[in-house]
């Protein structure tokens, strides 16, 4: 099977996940494509994976002229596959473009990741291409329901869940009391930590009233990660000071050891590498009620609205309080992270959709 997979300027998940498609497809005996930014390749390495690559630039913004060359270097770049697989909203109008009026067009595969949160001019762009995504692919995949919902009210003829899963947990490349001494405060403090970029999407600034507030145990509220909120972040924790340190990038696995519980206050999230991290690691997850968090956490967390720092703050304080509520969400999400499908699961997953369709114009 002839497959090109089209992505847009990424730096984190989205690249991840379709270079575990590559190597899937690739190693079961597809013939790969990937068209996207030159970037994408250098820090994915999709042509080491067993790809071609095709250079097309799809910024992550709409602009006509650089739109409609993206448009022809797609064109050219799905001619003669059997499925082009997009992913991303941007990407797969783009490719919807691209192949419409092809006497022998290719399956078309989106895969949404985020959910559109723009509002202003840049939401009406983005809703104009939910519509284009919408009624041109042959199938839609989603990381959560609710942009499920969204895509079959704008028209979307088949829809389905998108199987995005997390790499394995690597192992700690420090031991607890290393990761410790890096932590102010006393030993034995409990450490309540985020793992998320320092954005708006992210939802800090509820984790922040939330850390204001007053809990016996006096735990540390840990961000782990980096971003344009940092400075203004910093800046609120030492005016308020806050129980809250900004540790910076840091590797998961080291942080997940010492952490009593997760804290998930996203504003929307799909399927979170943070979350799947959690789960494989058997910490308590306590996170916002958005996107695919619920599906994926199950029974295994605590779920709170979004942007409710004092239901949040009950949560934590009644984690903190309950050691057998603690190790009950432990349990749980170590069970959880076992069941959660892994990078073979994905391929397949993928393989399934492009053999069910067939190709509108052969």
């Known amino acids: 099977m002839n497959i090109v997979l089209v992505l847009g300027t990424s730096a984190g998940g989205v690249g991840r996940h379709v270079r575990t498609l590559v190597a899937g497809l690739a190693g079961a005996g597809h013939q790969v494509v990937v068209a996207g930014p030159a970037a994408t390749d250098e820090a994915f390495g999709f042509t080491e994976a067993g790809a071609g690559f095709a250079e097309v630039p799809i910024s992550d913004r709409p602009h006509p002229v650089n739109d409609l060359r993206s448009v022809a270097g797609l064109r050219s770049a799905a001619r003669g596959a ?55 692919a042959d199938h839609v995949l989603v990381v959560s329901p609710d942009i499920g919902e969204r895509m079959r009210a704008r028209g979307a003829r088949r829809v389905g869940p998108a199987v995005v899963p997390a790499p394995p947990l690597e192992d700690p490349a420090r031991t607890p009391d290393e990761v410790r001494r890096e932590l102010p405060g006393r030993k034995g403090r409990p450490v309540l930590l985020t793992v ?11 984790l922040l009233d939330a850390a204001a507030r007053p809990y016996e145990s006096d735990p540390l509220f840990v961000i782990a990660g980096d971003g344009p909120l940092r400075a203004e972040l910093q800046a609120r924790i030492d005016a308020e000071r806050l129980p809250v340190f900004l540790y910076g990038w840091a590797s998961p696995p080291d942080l997940l050891q010492v952490a009593t519980a997760v804290l998930v206050p996203s504003r929307w999230e799909g399927q979170p590498l943070s979350v ?25 967390a605590l779920l709170v609205p979004p942007g409710d720092a004092v239901a949040l703050s009950r949560e934590i304080g009644r984690l903190l309080g309950d050691p057998a509520l603690a190790a009950r969400l432990a349990g749980a999400s170590a069970r959880r992270g076992a069941d959660l499908p892994d990078e073979a699961a994905a391929v397949r997953a993928v393989i399934g959709v492009y053999s069910g369709l067939e190709p509108p114009g052969r």
Do not use: S
């Open 82 to 136: 059997r499925t082009v697989h997009a992913h991303g909203l941007r990407a797969g109008a783009l490719a919807a473009l691209a192949l419409a009026g092809a006497r022998r067009r290719p399956a078309l595969v989106v895969t949404l990741h985020n959910a559109v949160t723009a509002g202003g001019a840049i939401g009406a762009i983005y809703r104009v291409l939910e519509r284009i995504v919408a009624r041109r």
């Open 196 to 206: 998320a970029r320092l954005a708006q999407q992210k939802g800090l600034e509820t």
């Open 276 to 300: 799947q991290e959690a789960l494989k690691a058997g910490r308590p997850v306590i996170a916002t009620r958005v996107g695919g968090i619920p599906d994926m956490v199950g029974d295994a």
